[in-house]
């Protein structure tokens, strides 16, 4: 258990929804990370908050948004769902986000 | 465009023999490599790592080499076992102030047959 607890496990949704997606970071940890892994493809960094500031942005869609917390938990809105962004999305926390990575176990989402 | 390729999407190892995975890279501004192991259900979790001044780090049965001039990083798992049976994901570090910002390669299946 690396302490990185992400809800829900799986989504099932359809084209044009909304939804979002929770991280709670280890205990301690100031930075999260949201990381896209799609089917036949590494993980793929979208965006990186530090203690509520977004610090670093990746290949997020303009259709995505997040934010990170007062109590430091971060969600990930997705929006305007297409089926190309059924995924599995990780949630990682370091305690200054300038080292090793703790990952949370996913959130499955398929878009139908 | 790749910047850290793993060309073997799957790798099958008798058990107790030595598991090699490959993984190359195209950027030259990385300078640390960080190899993670995924269960299925479970997120990646750290495995080992190296630095760019560093041609080797080992770790019990882990070991990493890198070969700057190459621009390729090897992970060899000696000896195999059945628990090591996993998805192994090679990623580079760019140097940078506060982000830890990972790019990854697709991964490895290894599957350790008992």
């Known amino acids: 258990d690396s302490g990185v607890t992400q809800t829900p496990k799986h989504l099932i949704t359809a084209t044009g929804q909304r939804v979002t997606l929770r991280c709670s970071p280890r205990?301690?940890?100031?930075?999260v990370y949201w990381y896209q892994q799609s089917l036949d493809q590494g993980l793929q960094f979208l965006i990186q908050?530090?203690?509520?500031?977004?610090?670093a942005k990746g290949n997020i869609l303009e259709r995505f948004s997040a934010q990170q917390f007062p109590d430091l938990h971060s969600e990930l809105n997705l929006s305007s769902l297409e089926l190309g962004d059924s995924a599995l999305y990780f949630c990682?926390?370091?305690?200054?986000?300038?080292?090793?990575?703790?990952f949370g176990s996913g959130t499955q989402l398929s878009v139908l | 465009d790749q910047q850290v390729k793993q060309n073997s999407p799957s790798l099958s190892v008798q058990e107790g023999r030595i598991s090699i995975l490959n993984c190359d890279y195209t950027n030259s501004m990385f300078d640390y490599f960080l190899w993670y192991k995924k269960y299925p259900a479970e997120g990646p979790t750290f495995l080992i790592s190296?630095?760019?001044?560093?041609d080797k780090n080992e770790d019990g049965r882990f070991t990493v080499f890198l070969n700057k001039s190459a621009k390729h990083l090897s992970l060899h798992i000696v000896p195999s076992q059945p628990g090591d049976s996993a998805v192994y994901f090679c990623?580079?570090?760019?140097?940078?102030?506060?982000?830890?910002?990972?790019?990854f390669g697709k991964g490895t299946k290894l599957s350790v047959i008992p």
């Open positions: 190296i630095s760019s001044i560093k």
């Open positions: 908050y530090y203690n509520g500031e977004e610090r």
């Open positions: 990623a580079a570090l760019s140097p940078g102030a506060g982000s830890y910002q990972l790019t």
């Open positions: 990682a926390s370091s305690v200054t986000g300038n080292e090793k990575l703790f």
């Open positions: 205990s301690g940890d100031l930075s």
